[in-house]
């Protein structure tokens, strides 16, 4: 009999529509890195919530150190030494660093705050663990990765053991996730035990002791990485083999679909332009795909590109029109679809069912509409056609509200209602952040087949595996302008690493200019 | 020389109400709730207070420990009259907005049928006089003690006094921390295990305390401790929520919007007295718009840039991620 830190058995949770544990059991030794691997909705999340004590299970039993124990909320996890760095971070924005660290647990005389020596502590254990942060800064005013940082600070300083990682990389540039993986390594090394929820079998493979399988809320195994593989671990996640190959045939490239041309946009950030004049063609059949490390400009060229902002100077042509200064709804109807960077934010409105989503790029045609009235039964029958045709999963169906929905299944209602719409060209930003492997191989294959209808495909995205598999052409921005265009299947990975670091460059061919 | 100081000595105790039910709202929105009932709780506030005056004035108590005395009922009233408020809004979830709307309602009628039935008027009338000549000592400073200690009200001081406690307990304290995260990330304070819904109590709470005590300042500073169900606070309520906004949700600025604010309503009370503005010949009445027409200005023009406290207005739910 091993002895384990913590034992979590045969644990049952449900939620309306949906039993997201079905009898799962998890155990954690110490000083290991314990990874937690499922499908989009597989119930990881709700797992751990359930071991930090943000909910209540139904059935089943945890130990801590071999005695049962009842965990009803966050205080009682953190008595037992249990901290988690959420999926979405809790920290509070006009806060500073230090003041999110100690919030909860503040020091104090009499009421009274005394942060001096609470600073020295968190100053010592950021410097033990190589975790740089800087104390006096204002959430609001800092990076994603040092925001991290100091979440993995708030559980040093409650001095837990247990640290429980849900996702913590698919925020981070490919540098800070290096340094997260050794910062976990480390930990485990002091004896501490990490749990670590992540869909990158890479990263599984390069940190982690033992790995945990979940699929639709219930166990399948638990490996040992040493005598595994990133294709076993992906057919126990799925139940079946997927390709990390990426299948192209040879398309056709058709006339241009989409032509910028001197585009500036300004940041509002600083006083500068975060894009400045840049000029490239989408054609019909191709899948350009903007690189760059985050922050170089894409994200602001693409709210121009989309509507959500204005352009300083400079034209946008879509299939042969200028909509430059068109409404989003325009720019919409004249074929240009969008997959949003931020799902929450702009793909979704959280609060409204599945179906309602579904429809909001459509509910004012004809077909759905009549008068100004909706036609319910229309929507009904195109949303359950929708989720039927695209695999959305969800606790209600059409009547399920966004907010309770797994990440990848909200990704997929988007890309359906995106995708089933008219369009000529379609804009993916970061289309599979977040997503499980299965997903993501079904959101490639989407584009793919966009592709090969005859569509231009403009694909943001950070990750080097993705740029460097799906796409046609490439183009790399860095610092607002576009430095370089490569050929993905006579480039290398470093090469590309060159251009998106500005160590590099060459001139864009200026086909569109010379039209 | 001497309208300066008579504007200060005027400006100061319509002023000192202004801050406290602003800081009050602070208080409240800064825990999350919105509470737009701080004029329902002024006029609750006001009521009591002037009620118990109305009680102990035939007494030979000294006016100012009246004052105090006067303070704590109006306090506790207000007190009382905030927890419906969170009652309703933390523990029911229900829509902030309509049962601020609603308690502000409810108590110039109840004001009114009261004052009917029992003193057959329209409102409490006392006979007391609060206001104070001259502070011995301090009253004979040059220039600060003709500002300050001249002419006043006990309720200046008292009304700094709470100002500079609201500063401490707000920034200093672990409860004024752990209360501005559950403005912001009511989640996030949970997830550290933090009772959002007693901080939300407790914010409401100060605002009603805040809040009876701001509107008894005003009986006693204004109207001179007299309360009427007609005009009521007339308006102070609302025109402390614009004071808090201005006031950006903190402190120090809420005590500067409410001098402005208080300053332009004296002004326009003392036309007569500034030959500048009197000679131009304006209906006095006209300028007594004057604090409201302010009010929309300034909000119209500084609402872009403020901050709300991010989580206000949104019913705590535990379930809900
Ligand atoms: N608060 C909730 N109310 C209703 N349903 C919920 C709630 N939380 C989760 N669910 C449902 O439970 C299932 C499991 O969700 P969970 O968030 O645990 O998945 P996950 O494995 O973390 O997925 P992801 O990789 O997308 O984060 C999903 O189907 C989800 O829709
Ligand atoms: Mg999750």
Redesign the interface.
Known sequence: MENYIVEMLNITKEFPGIIANDNITLNLKKGEVHALLGENGAGKSTLVSVL?G?YQAEKGEIKKNGKEVKIN???DA?DLGIG?V?Q?F??????TVL??II????P?TL???QKTDARKKVMELSGKYGLKINPDALIEEISIGMQQRAEIL?MLYRENEILIFDEPTAVLTPQEIKELLKIMRDLAQEGKSVLFITHKLNEIIEVADRCTVLRKGKYIGTVDIKDTTKEELSRMMVGRDISFNIEKKLTEVKEVVLSVKNVTVPSKLHKNNAVKNISFDVRGGEIVCLAGIDGNGQTEFISALTGLEKVSSGTIILGGKDITKSSIRKRSVSGMSHIPEDRHKHGLILDYSLEENLVLQRYWQPEFQNKGFIRFHAVRNYAECLIKKYDVRSGQGPITMA?SMSGGNQQKAIIAREIDKDHEVLVAVQPTRGLDVGAVEYIHKQLISRRDCGKGVLLVSLELDEVMNVSDRILVMYEGEIVGELDPKKTTVQELGLYMSGAKRNTVKEIDNAE | MSTVYYLIQNMLPVAIPLLLVALGGMFSERSGIVNIALEGIMLFGAFFGALFVFFIQKSQIDPQVIILIGMVVAGFSGLIYSLLLSFAAVTMKANQTITGVSLNMLIPAAILLFSKMFFNSDGITTNMNFYIRKVPVLGDIPFIGEMFFQKTYLTVVLGLFFLVISVIVFYKTRFGLRLRACGEHPQAADSVGINVYFMRYAGVSISGILGGIGGFFYSVGVLDGNVNGHTGVAGFGFLALAVMIFGQWKPIRILLAALFFAFLRTLAYSVVLIPFLDNLGINQTYYKMLPYIATMVVLAFTSRKSRAPKAEGIPYDKALR
Not at chain 1, 90 to 95: A, D, H, N, R, T
Not at chain 1, 103 to 106: K, R
Request: glycine letters at 8%.
């Open positions: 930090f943000l909320n966050p205080n953190n988690m959420h979405h809790k920290l509070v924005e006009i806060f003041e999110n919030l909860g647990v503040e104090n009421g009274f705050l708030k907010r």
